[in-house]
């Protein structure tokens, strides 16, 4: 019988492609760059910056230095759109006795922002955000699920993790004697290997009988 679900945000939660992403800052940088960084580099850039620290964006990108201090001067993590809803069937975690554990990993404003604005505390007993904002404070999923399992008192096989990523969560998980549900919301990709493959939380009453 599981007692707890360990739950991922993007892809699970939430499509983070319903919603414009938002430009702050950002459009300000990439015009900074325009002369200075070349259009590969520059789309590399683009993905990360929603997810990681622009410390460790900029030296891994060998960004000059005068051009840093610009980038530096403007930047601004971003907040979700106010307009960002949750898929509708996550009223049915309201409903479920499981210990429920969101788990989620990104810049800490930005992550805080989707959870205030879905107001996501109100389907989880607990709101974890591993923060990229300093990569040296960076937890491994692997190390948050184990804290858990610890905190809680937990048998790893009575726990069930979701999450769209393999090697984010489910895997880490599957090496910690977790259950393992791949969310395929959003043509995830399927990866086989996985306990139970889920596309609404419908599906969750059937496995957690």
Not at 2 to 31: E, M, T, Y
Not at 32 to 50: A, R
Not at 77 to 87: E, F, L, N
Request: hydrophobic share 35%.
């Amino acid at each position: 019988m599981f007692k707890a679900i360990i739950c991922d945000l993007d892809r699970c939660l939430f499509n983070p492609h319903s919603v414009p992403l938002p430009q702050g800052s950002f459009l300000k940088i990439f015009r900074l760059m325009e002369k200075e960084v070349d259009s590969k580099k520059k789309e590399k850039i683009k993905k990360e910056i929603y997810k990681w620290g622009l410390p460790g964006i900029l030296k891994r990108h060998q960004i000059p230095e005068q051009l840093q201090q610009k980038i530096k001067a403007i930047y601004q993590v971003p907040t979700v759109s106010p307009q960002a809803k949750p898929y509708p069937d996550i009223v049915i975690l309201k409903k479920l006795p499981q210990l429920k554990i969101l788990v989620t990993t990104g810049l800490e404003k930005f992550q805080n922002s989707k959870i205030k604005t879905m107001h996501l505390e109100e389907y989880f007993d607990e709101c974890i955000i591993n923060k990229t904002d300093n990569t040296s404070n960076l937890w491994t999923k692997k190390r948050i699920f184990k804290k858990n399992l610890k905190k809680h008192q937990l048998n790893p096989a009575e726990v069930l993790v979701i999450g769209d990523s393999p090697y984010d969560e489910l895997i880490p998980a599957k090496e910690l004697g977790m259950k393992t549900a791949q969310s395929l919301r959003d043509n995830v990709k399927k990866v086989e290997g996985f306990d139970y493959y889920i596309k609404s939380f419908d599906e969750l009453k059937e496995i957690l009988k």
